[in-house]
């Protein structure tokens, strides 16, 4: 976080000043509308990009679509009895999982086609993801 103390950067305004005050012809004013309808422009043509819309298209469908994440906590807690305590607990498993499954995908998975990676993660998770069943209609007390 300290690394920021040394970044020494300028407004592009500021420095549009010093170039002009140096004599600099190169240098030409533009106005604030100008330099916002630049900005627009370059990032309508880099969203006309299929490989830009496309996985955001994706992402926002995915996450827009309902989950049972409030369900299964009521679940847990009022159910299963569950506290706060246990519950943070699992988050912290789940954080730290996350953290070692980032490790191995650089350790291990790098070389890998994505493709590949997506194809066999998806097959993995439904099964894992189906589990939450066992639970809910409580056929994992008679297994």
């Known amino acids: 976080a300290t690394i920021a103390l040394f970044v020494n950067e300028k407004p592009v305004w500021e420095q549009k000043k010093l170039a002009s005050a140096n004599g600099d012809s190169s240098a030409t004013e533009e106005s604030a509308v100008d330099g916002i309808k630049d900005q627009i422009t370059a ?34 807690t009022n159910d299963l009895g569950f506290g706060p305590e246990f519950l943070g607990r699992a988050r912290l498993v789940s954080a730290a999982s996350a953290l070692i499954g980032v490790w191995g995908y650089q350790k291990f998975l790098r070389s ?32």
Request: glycine share 4%.
């Open 43 to 76: 990032l309508w043509s880099a969203i006309k990009q299929p490989a830009i819309w496309r996985p955001a298209l994706f992402l926002f469908l995915w996450q827009s679509t309902p989950t049972g994440e409030g369900a299964m906590l009521y679940f847990m």
């Open 112 to 143: 890998v086609p994505i493709k590949d990676i997506l194809y066999w993660t998806t097959i993995a998770s439904a099964p894992l993801g189906l589990l939450q069943l066992l639970l809910i209609t409580h056929a994992n007390r008679a297994i």
